[in-house]
């Protein structure tokens, strides 16, 4: 008897060569496998848990046995047969080998066959009993054919009779690493009947499982894997099932109750600031205004200086399409602050957009005593060491800059409030970063791109909510054009008129890593052409990311100021660029563009008056998915709409970009899909941390959460 297996078991311990045709090197391809799925770097600590975590991603009913008589051309069917001839020939002049035999049942014959598995030849012997499980097709002698089919053998001498891979319901894996669904399966049926069940204690309170509805978690793992005969499978297959609900709840629930704490833990602790809100301080506000603000910007920050008035550190999200104007906003937030003595700082992802903040915001300050400065990488280090010392000695009321702002020598004298723009670019990591050099400051992060509730939930949990939902008077709705390249010179034809009529124009060409020379050649080589070729008469800026910071300000400058008519960018000019003369966008092989990222270029127009146009041009080699993100292009211009429909196609991991939006990756949810689940669990969570926060459940919970060191609160009291 194998000893039993413990949820700890590492899976390099699993001793697999006691499973018939699994080799023992398999469990260190499968820890490799299921390290790279979870994105553990450290192969030797993958355990069975992980591994049952690996959830099937389809099940296939091959419970019904077929006799040859039934079967029909094209069906995926298993049948029981006994094998009659076996062989292997060459075929394409020996280049390649097919292994195939003839086996029978009471009811008809078969042929199977697999290509370059000669190997296969010993485990078929004439006379051997064995179930296969494949698609069949009527080959040409008649006979019922299946290329390469899942097979079982029926023996006597082998110990376990039990089928795993035909003539049950069985779950269809994901390849892991180089380890295809079968031999998975295998393993899975393997450690499952090793399993040691007293392993599996319920992590949720009795009553919350009553409350939702949810079956115990020792009942999910044993159903999750290999769902009972009488199972619904149409709902294992949808994630819908009860083994699926309650694993997907309490993923999310340890989410939420994890922010909950933390957020709980932020509240306990008060701020080291005190900011003042008095008349002085309300016409200082009032009086850079450059505008009249919609009454959505009058709420937000109303919501903003309530927060920053009181004894609670402010952790708020901000919230509004591109171009509804968070920008003031958060200036006059810094100058609140700043009013009562404290520094401000502005942390943005791009230098173009530090520089175009620091310009803005020194322009509406001007009037003000307030000392503004800019603060990224490509200053000089003279430069930076200067406002390092000024930010020090307290002489800079506000900053702005990129990742420059948490490097290392960067020290602030009274930081009090902290602005993050575009906040989804950054991580939540950058975020502490910037927070931990003020005393415990007020927070703002702003973002453009507007998310879908269940991913606010997730991302921003830990975050009071602000939204934007009004746009600046005056703005037409964008009108935007799909277009091949036969409509190159009409296009061409479009941007001359517009241009003749004083306004201006970007085009935008992708910058995507793997061809990221290319892309630049792309750009500069299409900014020389239509220099000479196209527009002759007008002047083109080129900016691009591997330019000087030097460089792309002049080119910014000149476009802002009228100087030039054309601005010719890689995806350098995605986020917060605004030049409110700029009409109409222009962008090349749209469709290697994501959704998100095509509304936030095409945000970069439609900031004035004039009515704004945005074409994308795309190569005639669409992929259904590119036609598809086009078209919600052509149809809407709602944030919101776009990024729900983004999330739909692409999955969360890949809009958020996972790594760098430090958005927590699940192993068994999909917060798109699951987003009903994602509501239930963050209600759960603030029940049990407000209305019974005292009770032991709660305690129990939180000793729980602490020990999963994946949420960081082993230090939080
Ligand atoms: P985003 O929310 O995308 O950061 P910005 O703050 O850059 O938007 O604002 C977009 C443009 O709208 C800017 O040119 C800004 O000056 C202008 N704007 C913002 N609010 C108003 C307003 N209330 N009235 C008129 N123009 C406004
Ligand atoms: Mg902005």
Known sequence: MPRLLKLATPLYELH???????????????????????????????TVDDLLNNLPMRYEDRSNLTKIRQLQHNEFATIEVEVRIAGTYAVK???????????????GQIRAYWWNQAYLQQAFPRGRKVLLYGQWRRGKRGF????????????DDEDNAEPIHTGRRVPVYRKLGELRSKPLRSIMHYVLERMDWAEFTETLPQEMLSRTQLISRIDAFKQIHFPADDAPLALYNACKSPAHQRLIFE?????????????????????????????????????????KPTNAQKRVLKEIVDDMASTKPMNRLLQGDVGSGKTIIAIQAAVVAIESGYQSALMVPTEILAEQHAKNTKRILAQSPYRVELLTGSLTAAKKRDIHNAIEAGEVDFVIGTHALIQEGVKFSKLGFVVIDEQHRFGVLQRAELMKRGYNPDTLVM?????????????????????????????????????GEDARNKIYHFLDGIIRQGQQVYIVYPLVEESEKLDLLNA????????????PQFRIG??????????????????????SQILVATTVIEVGVDVPNASVMLVEHAERFGLSQLHQLRGRVGRGDAQAYCILLAGDKRTSEARERLTIMEQTNDGFKVSEKDLEIRGPGEVMGTRQSGIPTFRVGNIVRDRE??????????????????SRDTAKLVELIKKQTKYGLASIG
């Open 16 to 46: 697999l060569h006691e499973i018939p045709r699994v080799a023992t090197k398999t469990a260190q391809k499968i820890a490799a496998g299921v390290a790279a799925t979870i994105g553990e770097p450290n192969a030797l600590l993958v």
């Open 93 to 107: 002049g020996g280049k390649l080998r097919i292994f195939e035999f003839s086996a029978v049942d009471e009811s």
């Open 144 to 155: 019922f054919e299946v290329e390469n089919p899942d097979y079982e053998f029926l023996s």
């Open 251 to 291: 993923e999310f629930f340890w989410l939420a109750l994890a922010m909950g704490i933390r957020r709980q833990g932020r509240e306990a602790s008060p701020k080291g600031t005190l900011i003042e809100i008095n008349d002085r301080v309300r016409e200082a506000v009032r009086s850079i205004l450059p505008f």
């Open 447 to 483: 973002t453009a791109t507007p998310i879908p509730r269940s991913l606010t939930m997730t991302l921003y949990g830990d975050l009071d909510l602000s939204i934007i939902d009004e746009m600046p008077p005056g703005r037409k709705p964008i009108i935007t054009k799909v277009r």
């Open 524 to 535: 500069t080589q299409m900014a020389e052409h239509l220099r000479t070729a196209v527009f």
């Open 542 to 563: 080129l900016v691009h990311g591997k330019m000087k910071q030097e460089e792309k300000d002049a080119v910014m400058d000149e476009f802002r100021r009228g100087a």
């Open 677 to 694: 689940l994602v509501e239930i669990a963050k209600r759960e969570a603030d029940y049990m941390l407000t209305e019974r926060r005292n």
